[in-house]
């Protein structure tokens, strides 16, 4: 026995106008728990059709008056995602076909049998209802872009501020180039070792303040000392230093000692 998968329920707009046909179809349909509006004219579908919410219809392709193609456009011109089935006799089969390639969704020949008829619905309900959620989710989409196109721009005042990062360390007189790793005093260049470069420039990073031993040692030299030995060592880079900076580096101004404790650069 063959198993005939059962389509959702929807809202079914049928259209025949021989009775015994429609009302054949109209009791499947029922049967299969679908709300089935029908009518005998193509004009009698149109003027129900803006009150009915069909999720499908199926159409008679020869009927009196308006054809059933010619309601096939005036129903997607309404409904542009109304899923919509022709009902065709061998005699109008090429039309119905035609139909098919431009815009209705199948055809069923008569007399439709109710395998088919229900097979044929249920394509039909699911490919409208994914037509709508597609323009639903479009819609909302659009709306969403529009809402986010009107909000204001955000004013300057409130924007973050970030202090803008410069190579140039300038105290006094003396002016240090990070990206250049040169140093100047009064404009002047000062022809520094590496060593010294460093050195002075750890003590300018933190101009004022006393650095120790320590700090100074593994900030030039790299290495942990202990402090009496971060004394030793620091001091002769203190002395070469001094000697190219200071106007009498016996009488320092510049780069001060703290005895016991370490050095600063004075501001």
Not at 85 to 92: E, P, S
Not at 178 to 189: D, I, L, S, V
Not at 232 to 261: A, D, M, S, W
């Amino acid at each position: 026995m063959r198993y005939i998968q059962r389509p959702f329920p929807g809202k079914i707009l049928l259209v025949d106008d021989e009775t015994n046909i429609r009302e054949g179809l109209k009791a499947i349909l029922q049967k299969d728990g679908h709300e089935v509006q029908d009518v005998a004219s193509a004009d009698a579908a149109l003027t129900l059709l803006p009150d009915f919410n069909a999720d499908a219809a199926v159409l008679d392709i020869r009927m009196p008056g308006m054809t059933g193609t010619e309601l096939l456009a005036a129903i997607k011109a309404q409904r542009p995602y109304l899923a919509v089935i022709l009902l065709t006799g061998h005699g109008t089969l090429e039309t119905a076909i035609t139909a098919v390639k431009e815009g209705a969704f199948d055809y069923l020949l008569k007399p439709a049998r109710p395998d088919a008829l229900r097979d044929v619905i249920m394509r039909a309900l699911t490919e409208t209802r994914r037509q709508r959620e597609q323009a639903a989710l479009l819609e909302t989409l659009q709306i969403g872009l529009q809402r986010l196109q009107q909000l204001p721009a955000t004013p300057p005042s409130s924007r973050p501020t970030h202090t803008p990062v410069t190579n140039l360390l300038e105290i006094g007189a003396l002016a240090i180039n990070r990206a250049t790793y040169e140093a100047r005093y009064a404009g002047q260049p000062l022809s520094l070792t590496p060593t010294e470069y460093i050195l002075l420039l750890a003590l300018a990073e933190q101009a004022g303040a006393i650095i120790n031993y320590v700090t100074l040692t593994k900030a030039v030299l790299d290495y942990d000392a202990e402090p009496w030995e971060a004394k030793e060592l620091i001091k002769r880079h203190i002395y070469t230093l001094r000697q190219k900076l200071e106007p009498q580096p016996n009488q320092p101004q510049f780069i001060l000692n703290v005895r016991g404790v370490g050095y600063r650069l004075a501001v």
